[in-house]
């Protein structure tokens, strides 16, 4: 694995001669480069010895630039800041070191460059001046070179350090995602996009999603600075040929399908001056997308800031982003909740605090209280950076509450009160209601089947529910009577409804009984051939079938045949329900089909 090395200062400062005098490479390729003479987009490349690897990012420095460079920063293992000997700091070089203190990247290595221009007095001083801005700045110099394109020795020097630097430790999970932040096209290979894995891990034969085109792609080949690799790790560069999707462009984020959902505004911790109503560019990745800033809170040196998007962004539980305001760096932050749902603003802010402070026992308590019917963890990893196994074992700490961890809802405990209420009020209402936990969850909408069995549980411990094959009825009521006439009551439901029965969970719902009892009871009316099945969720009376049987037939010798549209017409019927009794009709052993119409075998 490689140390991603970002290479950042003022424009003309030599960051690119000096990736060039190391490797050999030249960033500034484009004719626009050429001609001023300056980087312009981000440049990538790599230094290599043996086992050690230095990827480069190469960053423009000019002003008018920030936002490519802010798109490349997001990359960065450390930084290698080049401070010209003359020049000294300059504001770009201050700008750039502030995107790495926003963004959270620590670890500077300083470059004095162009020290053959000045006095070794002048270089020490201008490496004093950088080293106190950057321990204003909260940022760590790791070391500090003089370096020169023309003094070999002194470049060596740089190289050989670099090539000892070491990756971070990253974290290798399941969650893969990866911003684009160069996209192009090769004749007879196809797309190819590139971008650093933040985490997770792609390799050839995967499937990537696209969230912001809502499409899946095949991973054909992943290349790492044009060697082919077979996976490509947290923290590494990939180059990716994607077959099976169009439209791919920088700043699109690579994921895995279902693992993250788009939303136009974001809770953020923000870290800055900004105004309220103020129109900003919000970067986070290779993305950069227009945003109005609300400011929440600006109490406690606290800034709690709802930004709404333009576009939707796809964003993460404390992913760092940066905030641009007529193309300058005004600050930038964490995200701290990505999925937005409707809260009051005072519950919003204290929901904020407890997360800005990791304090996710308080934010999940805050999120139960504020869901009264129950509060999903499905897209912890989203909205927490949490696992599903983390998020439950946070959950089952919470007081007063009832935790379903095969659906991944935590309820509060008042929940369970409120179940057994709607249970007890439909055997008021029906002495012959028949009930499974199933049944009441999908009544109720926003229970659970465990929780239902819960609620059910209690009530059959309190002697009101009693069960029977696993179905509950009130308490002294005759179960075999309860059947016979949960029987009666369907047929004549089927039966008053002639030839176009309503389907059986509809019944079932009318009647307040639970889906095994009504298909046991239609299957035994089945079974006695009272009722017959002639389509998926199509029952029929008997007598009902037999009197439209009929119809058909005397229809089929006046008019020398029928197909659907006499049937439609004969029996006001739709075209699905026509040809279903047109099928039924097939099985009669005096009708024979001929071409679309059914005619009788005796008027053939």
């Known amino acids: 694995m490689s140390v991603i090395l970002g290479i950042i200062g003022h424009v003309d400062h030599g960051k690119t001669s000096l990736v060039r005098a190391m490797n050999g490479f030249d960033g500034d390729s484009t004719e626009a480069e050429k001609s001023r003479g300056i980087t312009i987009e981000l440049s990538f490349s790599n230094l290599k010895q043996g086992e050690n690897e230095v990827s480069f990012i190469d960053v423009p420095g000019h002003e008018s630039l920030v936002k490519t460079m802010v798109s490349g920063a997001f990359g960065f293992d450390a930084a290698l800041l080049v401070v010209a000997a003359d020049d000294g700091i300059m504001p770009q070089s201050k700008e750039h070191m502030r995107v790495l203190s926003l963004l959270g990247l620590k670890d500077v290595i300083l470059a004095v460059n162009k020290c053959d221009l000045t006095s070794k007095e002048r270089a020490q001083e201008v490496a004093k001046s950088v080293h106190d801005e950057l321990s204003t700045l909260g940022l760590r110099l790791l070391s500090t070179f003089f370096t020169s394109t023309k003094t070999e020795q002194s470049i060596s020097e740089l190289k050989e350090y670099l090539l000892k630097l070491q990756p971070k430790p990253k974290q290798i999970n399941d969650m893969f995602r990866c911003y684009i932040d160069r996209c192009f096209s090769i004749k007879g290979v196809g797309q190819i996009v590139a971008g650093t894995v933040l985490e ?22 992943v290349q790492t600075h044009e060697r082919e690799i077979t996976r490509a790790l947290a923290g ?18 690579l994921s895995k399908k279902g693992l993250l959902r788009g939303f136009y505004e974001a809770d953020c911790l923000f870290l800055g001056e900004i ?39 796809f964003l993460k539980f404390k992913d760092p982003f940066i905030v641009l305001r007529n193309g300058r760096l005004i600050g930038g932050g964490r995200v701290l909740n990505p999925i937005i749902e409707p809260l009051k603003k005072p519950l919003k802010i204290e929901l904020l605090k407890a997360l800005a402070k990791d304090d996710l026992k308080s934010a999940f308590e805050i999120l139960k209280n504020a869901h009264k019917n129950g509060f999903g963890i499905i897209s912890s990893y989203q909205r927490f950076g949490l696992t599903h196994t983390k998020a439950l074992q946070i959950a089952n700490t919470l007081d007063d509450s009832f935790v379903d ?44 089947a465990l929780l239902a069995q819960k609620a059910i549980d209690e009530l059959e411990s309190n002697k009101i529910l009693e069960c029977e094959n696993g179905v509950y009825f009130k308490r002294g009521a005759d179960f075999s009577q309860i059947k016979i006439k949960l029987e009666n009551e369907i047929y004549s439901i089927i039966k008053d409804a002639g030839l176009t029965p309503r389907a059986p969970y509809n019944i079932y719902d009318e009647l307040e009984i639970d889906r095994v009892s009504g298909d046991n009871a239609l299957k035994k009316l089945t079974k006695n051939n009272q009722v017959i099945r002639l389509a998926h969720n199509l029952f029929v009376a008997k007598t009902e079938l037999e009197k439209a049987l009929n119809t058909l037939k005397t229809l089929a010798k006046k008019e020398a045949g029928v197909g659907v549209q006499e049937v439609k017409e004969e029996l006001n019927l739709s075209r699905k329900y026509a040809i279903a009794y047109l099928e039924r009709l097939d099985l009669e052993p005096d009708i024979i089909k001929l071409s679309d119409k059914r005619v009788l075998k005796s008027e053939k």
Not at 280 to 298: E, H, M, T, W, Y
Not at 422 to 443: D, E, G, H, Y
């Open 200 to 221: 997770g891990s792609v390799g050839a034969g995967d499937r990537v999603w696209v969230c912001d085109l809502g499409k899946d792609a095949n991973v054909r080949q």
């Open 236 to 253: 590494e560069r990939a180059a990716l040929n994607l077959v099976g999707v169009s439209g791919l462009s920088k700043g699109m984020l």
């Open 275 to 313: 105004s309220h109503l103020s129109d900003v560019l919000f970067c986070v990745g290779s993305r950069q997308v227009g945003a109005k800033a609300f400011i929440l809170s600006d109490k406690d040196g606290q800034k709690l800031v709802s930004f709404k998007f333009k576009s939707q962004l």
């Open 405 to 448: 961890e095969k659906m991944l809802n935590i309820y509060p405990l008042s929940t369970v009160s409120r179940v057994k209420e709607f249970i007890s009020f439909i055997i008021s209402k029906n002495q012959n209601a028949l009930l499974s936990a199933t049944s009441v969850a999908l009544k109720l909408g926003w229970a659970s």
